[in-house]
């Protein structure tokens, strides 16, 4: 257990500093109709009848490019076709080489391209709701067939249900999508900000406030992040850190209820939360982030807590933050989705009740 901020910080820094090498995926649901089958047993599919897959297996052990692979597909899903094993026809009998191709894409990529790791979005029908999921197999597994229907599948752990109105408006476009199968890594940041407060895209990373207020005010939005950031930076001029706020980067989103974000290095990102956890007085928590830094990130609020009561300006700034936050509703990542769960509970025990009394 680390005894100092300079410890902790650094347990945190080696912890999640690192990489993110997860893929972005979207698997359409037939218009909504295999979404509670998706969810309810954890996969996602491509809805093929009937393919046989032990043939993907051999063209990768045989071929090496991607492209390759594809083309192989492709001419033995045609092969499949004309000796009657599937029907690749559409509705006037034609078999379209563009459609044909596509298909091979898709196949591949549900197949290979997929990695265990990845995270993948389904949509239900007019996109009202997404599960955001992580792929939990290494591959396609040979001739599986869930529900006598469904034959290219993968296994997925499901992390978090959204609803349409709670997400990203920067993700609507991924959603324009129309393929069976779609990599929309492009969209990682505003995947990630859905259901979680802290991660890294593109060698950054990212820590995320909620604005769960209906208006928000710019001038107490503004200072509450100055005090923030000022209190990091009196706290690194203290403890001899080197952080520089000035090379904090920041985001918004100006929908309200909105998120905003902070655009950093691991170390910064850990300090500038755990700042944030002292300052709101443990209105704000990162469950899933305590715990998956051995401890290093309580130990680093206690220290924060440590520095504010020895600064003369704590009350200053814990009223501050009484006054304004309480109005801009701040709340986590991980707060809020909770908060939304509990409302959706309660709404669905309402209606059960209801149905209960029209019943009798």
């Known amino acids: 257990m680390p005894n100092n901020i300079q410890e902790a910080l650094q347990l945190i820094e080696e912890i999640v500093a690192h990489d993110n090498s997860k893929g972005y995926w979207m698997v359409r649901t037939d218009d909504g109709r295999n979404y509670s089958t998706f969810v309810e047993n954890n996969f996602v599919a491509l809805n093929v009848l009937d393919l046989p897959t032990a043939f993907l297996h051999r063209i990768v052990e045989e071929y090496q490019s991607v492209s390759s692979r594809i083309s192989q597909i492709r001419e033995h899903i045609l092969q499949l076709h004309n000796n009657g094993t599937i029907n690749l026809a559409n509705r006037n009998g034609d078999v379209e080489a563009s459609s044909v191709s596509r298909l091979a894409k898709q196949i591949y990529s549900l197949c290979f391209g997929m990695k265990c790791g990845d995270i993948v979005i389904i949509p239900d029908k ?45 993700l609507y476009k991924a959603l324009g999508a129309h393929q069976a199968v779609c990599d929309i890594s492009r969209y990682a940041e505003y995947i990630e900000r859905n259901y979680n407060s802290y991660f890294v895209v593109d060698d950054k990373f990212h820590y995320v406030l909620t604005v769960n207020a209906e208006s928000i005010s710019a001038y107490k939005l503004t200072r509450t992040i100055n005090s923030l950031l000022e209190t990091v930076r009196d706290i ?49 928590s990162y469950d899933s982030f305590d715990a998956s830094t051995n401890g290093g990130f309580r130990t680093l609020v206690e220290c924060v807590n440590e520095f504010l009561d020895q600064d003369l300006e704590r009350e200053q700034k814990a009223a501050l933050f009484d006054r304004y936050i309480n109005s801009l509703d701040l709340q986590s990542v991980e707060n809020i989705n909770n908060m939304v769960d509990e409302e959706d509970n309660d709404d669905n025990e309402g209606n059960d009740e209801v149905a209960d009394r029209h019943e009798e």
């Open 126 to 170: 007019g996109a009202n709701r997404l599960c955001i999921g992580r792929i939990a197999d290494e591959q396609l597994a040979v001739d599986r067939n869930l529900n006598g229907h469904f034959t290219l599948v993968r296994q997925v752990e499901w992390i978090k249900e959204i609803r349409k109105s709670r997400l990203d408006p920067c």
């Open 236 to 284: 690194s001029n203290s403890k001899g850190l080197n952080v520089n706020v000035e090379d904090i980067q920041f985001s918004i989103n100006v929908n309200s209820p909105g998120k905003f974000s902070f655009v950093t290095t691991a170390k910064n990102a850990a300090l500038v939360m755990a700042v944030a956890v002292a300052l709101f007085g443990g209105r704000i």
